[in-house]
């Protein structure tokens, strides 16, 4: 029974964690910008039928973004608890964190045309045929 207390405790973080997913997506536009965008890649990754290992990338890609936007929202969580007023320091964690997210975003954007360039020049190519 000595693991039970255990198996309790993990419980209870995966609901931690889960509920801040849920406060992400529920309350942080940038994040619903992401999660849209997701679905669309998601959708054209389908529809292009990529490949295995280009899954893998739109799916690290995907988390990247998701989760890089939850340690920018959690710093500037912290942030704005310890310092309401504006303080520099304060103002350029928050900016480096928000600078973390847009060159994830910029990779992710990166790899996404390396991905789908080929595939969409080669509908086109298709439908001019």
Same mark, same amino acid.
Not at 9 to 18: E, K, P, T
Not at 57 to 66: E, L, R, T
Not at 90 to 114: E, H, N, P, T, Y
């Given at each position: 029974?000595?693991?039970?207390?255990?198996?309790?405790?993990?419980?209870?973080?995966?609901?931690?964690?889960?509920?801040?997913?849920?406060?992400?997506?529920?309350?942080?536009?940038?994040?619903?910008?992401?999660?849209?965008? *997701?679905?669309?890649?998601? %959708?054209?990754?389908?529809?292009?039928?990529?490949? +295995?290992?280009?899954? @893998?990338?739109? /799916? $690290?890609?995907?988390?990247?973004?998701?989760?890089?936007?939850?340690?920018?929202?959690?710093?500037?969580?912290?942030?704005?608890?310890?310092?309401?007023?504006?303080?520099?320091?304060?103002?350029? *964690?928050?900016?480096?964190? %928000?600078?973390?997210?847009?060159?994830?975003?910029? +990779?992710?954007?990166? @790899?996404?045309? /390396? $991905?789908?360039?080929?595939?969409?020049?080669?509908?086109?190519?298709?439908?001019?045929?």
């Amino acid at each position: 029974m000595g693991g039970h207390p255990f198996l309790k405790g993990r419980i209870r973080s995966f609901r931690f964690a889960w509920q801040g997913i849920l406060s992400l997506f529920k309350k942080e536009a940038n994040a619903k910008v992401h999660l849209v965008a *997701a679905f669309l890649v998601i %959708a054209l990754s389908f529809v292009m039928k990529i490949e +295995a290992h280009e899954w @893998v990338a739109v /799916i $690290i890609c995907i988390g990247g973004v998701f989760m890089a936007e939850g340690f920018n929202t959690a710093i500037e969580s912290i942030a704005d608890k310890v310092s309401p007023e504006y303080d520099p320091l304060i103002g350029r *964690a928050k900016d480096l964190a %928000a600078g973390a997210v847009l060159l994830f975003v910029m +990779a992710a954007v990166s @790899v996404g045309i /390396i $991905i789908f360039l080929p595939y969409i020049m080669s509908f086109i190519s298709k439908a001019w045929e």
